[in-house]
């Protein structure tokens, strides 16, 4: 999927298009209808996240609510992370795994505004205990081996 910055002059907000690209490893069904029912699923649950404002499932779009700060990877890059952050993140895995639900735990997934973390993809599925945040995502919270090595790649 490709994100973009759009504005109508006055508020901005995100436009994400869906794209089709081939995956050796992963079948991938109908991405905005998956979009939608995982936006549904996390809000229902209530992780914290953009507003899904439209869809144009057709040209298969949609438009969210822009959070203005900064990610969590950036944080980290450069030693402005928080404890406070990571602990928001594990209440929001309290309720993740009630309802036996991972997300994307990669940092550049997560972004602070007025020091608050939201989850600004929308991809979701189910409960895995090696894809949980103990077990994966914790790597990448801090600069740990694993977060430095996607740093060099990148």
Known sequence: MYSYLA???????????IHH??????????????EINDYNRLKE???????????????ERILKEFIDGDTIYQLILHDKMQS???EQLRSMCVLLYAA???IDYFPTNFVVQNGEIYYIDFECNEFMEE????????????????????????
Not at 11 to 16: D, E, G, I, S
Not at 21 to 34: L, M, R, S, T, V
Not at 132 to 153: H, L, R
């Open 7 to 17: 504005s109508d002059g006055t508020q901005k907000y995100v436009l994400k298009q």
């Open 21 to 34: 690209e081939p995956c050796a490893y992963y079948q991938f069904g109908d991405k905005i209808k998956a």
């Open 45 to 59: 649950i209530g992780i914290r996240m953009p507003v899904m404002m439209d869809v144009d499932i057709e040209k």
């Open 84 to 86: 406070a952050y990571v």
């Open 100 to 102: 036996h639900t991972n």
């Open 131 to 154: 894809w949980n945040f103990e077990n994966w995502g914790i790597k990448y919270w801090s600069k740990t081996p694993q977060f430095m090595q996607y740093v060099k790649e990148q």
